[in-house]
């Protein structure tokens, strides 16, 4: 069997849903069956690669077992320090040296979104939950109680679902820019079809045409293969859904909150990319191409807002549908060149993609309300946010 076969199994698919089993015991039947796949690959050269760290792969996803039960058995500061030593395992992998999109998102637009109604946000508004304001942080997916993070999506379309589906014409969005390029973002968005998409564009004969070799080529495929398999396990944690959204523990959100922990602390990495698990993209099912992102504050103060952050990205004044539709009631309509100018400027990743709101009905995402307000934002001015809360 080939990787890209094994890609297509079962088990790759996420998120998964867990609804009868405990957790641990849940996690510890996806990584056998995992384990098992990945134990099949046995042609290609990434054969020898997977081989030569399947020691350590298996070992990361008993670190996970073991965490999980330590966490049933109440003691959470030995389930996290276990949690830690299993990401020593996979160190090399979550950052290698030639990254690329396997580790770092720099350059897309990212959108921030709040529910509003009868008022105007400003910028500051539209930004991570101000210290003095932090007993207002709940528990969620990537959310520890009373750490305030500033929580993005690569586009409007997810934070509307991150939202719960609010009235459109009540949600208010900004669009930040990244301006500070030594951010490390752990990018667990990496999907299957990501990887197929991507191998296929590596191995295309216009591609091939190139100045690449065929040994480099076969290299690349390798090396990013490799991360994702590596950091599977981590990504498969991190994205089980929760079904009982009334219950008050939620089991599924613990390696999250762990991973968004171990980012708060670890003076190399910024924030965490990771697919919605709420999305729906299209019939293909690829969750990578809609991401979310949570970048926890690097520093604690009694008021106002993380000055790391406010340094590393600036930020448009926020807008709603129903104040655009006001200012210009012809923005309904498809506006070609808006949209051109739109995607030279911002590079957009949803270009030509799909959303299924309706059942058995795709649309075409650049014609969603969604994405005309993404057009619209993209001839905004964004500022860096000079005096903090």
Known sequence: MNILDAFQKQIFILPKNNIQEEFPVFLKKIYEVFLDTISKVDEGSIKEKIEANYIKLQQFCDNIIKSANTYYLGLPAKAFFEFEEGMKLIDEFLFPPKGGKVAREMHEPYYRARIGANFQFKRTGMFHMPFEKREYVTTQRFSIPGLPCLYLSNSVYGCWEELGRPDINKMQVSRLKLENYRINILNLSLSPEYLNRHLKILTSEDFLRGEKTSKETLDEQ???????????????????????????????????????QWVSHNKEVDGIKYFSVRTNPSSEHDHSLFANYAFPVKEIKSKGLCEHLTNSFSITEPVSWEMLSIANPDIVLFNEEKF???????????IGAFLELIEGKETIYWRTIFGKIEIELAEMKSEIISSPL
Do not use: H
Request: with cysteine; charged share 20%; proline share 6%.
């Open 340 to 350: 051109k100018n739109a995607g030279l400027k911002l590079g957009f990743d949803t």
């Open 222 to 260: 390798d090396f990013l293969t490799l991360n994702y398999i590596m950091r599977w396990p981590l990504i498969a944690a991190c994205s089980i859904k929760v079904d009982e959204t009334a219950r008050t523990f939620k089991p599924e959100y613990i390696f999250p909150q762990f991973l968004l």
